[in-house]
Nanobody
Framework: QAQLVESGGGLVQPGGSLRLSCVAS????????MGWFRQPPGKDREMVAA?????????EYADSVKGRFTISRDNAKDTLYLQMNNLKSEDTAVYFC????????????????WGQGTQVTVSS
């Protein structure tokens, strides 16, 4: 069983940057593919980015964040990252990291373990 803890959220102005982190514990981190999801106020949870297990050589992004967000993993630190640049007001949401026993999945249903979420607010 994996435990996931996100950090790094906060209030940022439009055009600014944040880096989210997700520390995993409990089982072999590199055996899981990982993903970042977000849930804007009053909306459903949506996939932001996903990264393959192991070396994380394959990634997927939602169209809305391509070119602005970068997902990465450091297996030595059991940590997943999401670098978010050029943030927009529509990026405001609670961001969750998740772990899947399947490789590189984009559906929330395919992720077994979830963190508690971290709030990201983009506002001037």
């Amino acid at each position: 069983q994996a435990q996931l803890v996100e950090s790094g959220g906060g209030l940022v102005q439009p055009g600014g940057s944040l880096r989210l982190s997700c520390v995993a514990s409990g089982r072999s981190f590199n055996a899981y593919s990982m993903g970042w999801f977000r849930q804007p106020p009053g909306k459903d949870r949506e996939m932001v980015a996903a990264i393959s297990r192991g070396g994380g050589t394959v990634t997927e992004y939602a169209d809305s964040v391509k070119g602005r967000f970068t997902i990465s993993r450091d297996n030595a630190k059991d940590t997943l990252y999401l670098q978010m640049n050029n943030l927009k007001s529509e990026d405001t949401a609670v961001y969750f990291c998740a772990a899947s026993g399947w490789d590189l999945r984009v559906r929330a249903e395919d992720y077994r373990y979830w963190g508690q979420g971290t709030q990201v607010t983009v506002s001037s």
